[in-house]
């Protein structure tokens, strides 16, 4: 079935670092949405990108709908340690019946 | 407005018994969906519910059942349960079905087989 390739699997990073992580697809996506994981808990919806060169922000987060359709990313800039976690990439796309597609998660470490 | 409820929140099993989960979606929310996640793994999609109907299923078993009610609470089934079964098992609610809804999620319940 169709998957997404998140990168990188995992990143360790020092306090104050941006962070930048990215999903391709081959096929075009027309939803992308980034998530973090907390341990033991649930994903947390942190940006929705439904157009295409789409740049949205929450806070010292950023998340951009590549303009071919078929990537996005997410940048975290200054981390701090409460950053720490996974994060996933989700999209939808019209032939996947509305289901959203999963990349396999970057989990963020925070040196010490 | 109250998120995603799951009951229970951890479970203790053993192999060959049967487990029913528990997913209360956001109030006006009409799409549940199920995911398996191991230890260190990512998210296996389980299947969807919409209006009571399985909109989609995902790579699992017969063993793995599901179904949503009027009220769209959702329930999952594992029957013959196996010690690979041990996983968080996530619920995500939605307003509906579409290309611009975004999935919210429970805490998860925490499946422990022995």
């Known amino acids: 079935g169709q998957q997404l390739n998140q990168s990188p699997q995992s990143m360790f990073i020092q306090e104050g670092e941006d962070v930048s992580m990215n999903c391709t697809s081959s096929s075009i996506f027309n939803t992308w949405l980034w998530y973090k994981q907390d341990p033991g808990e649930g994903p947390v919806l942190l940006i929705a990108?439904?157009?295409a060169g789409e740049l949205t922000s929450n806070g010292r987060l950023t998340a951009q709908f590549g303009i071919t359709r078929k990537d996005s990313f997410l940048n975290i800039s200054a981390s701090i340690p409460s950053d720490v976690g996974i994060y996933f990439c989700a999209g939808r796309f019209m032939d996947s019946n509305y289901q959203l597609i999963w990349g396999a998660g970057t989990k963020l470490i925070i040196k010490p | 407005k109250a998120g995603v409820t799951q009951t229970p929140r951890y479970l203790i099993k053993t192999r060959g018994q049967q487990v029913t989960l528990s997913c209360s979606p956001i109030s006006g929310h009409r799409s549940v969906s199920w995911y398996q996640q191991t230890p260190g793994q990512g998210l296996q999609f389980l299947f969807e519910?919409?209006?009571?109907?399985?909109?989609n299923k995902g790579n699992f078993p017969g063993r793995f059942s599901g179904r949503q009610f009027s009220n769209s609470r959702s329930e999952m089934n594992v029957s013959t349960l196996e010690l690979g079964d041990s996983a968080l098992y996530l619920c995500?609610?939605?307003?509906?079905?579409?290309?611009?809804?975004?999935?919210?999620f429970g805490p998860g319940t925490r499946l422990t087989v022995t």
């Open positions: 995500a609610s939605s307003l509906g079905i579409g290309l611009d809804y975004e999935q919210y």
């Open positions: 519910y919409f209006s009571e109907t399985q909109r």
């Open positions: 990108l439904y157009k």
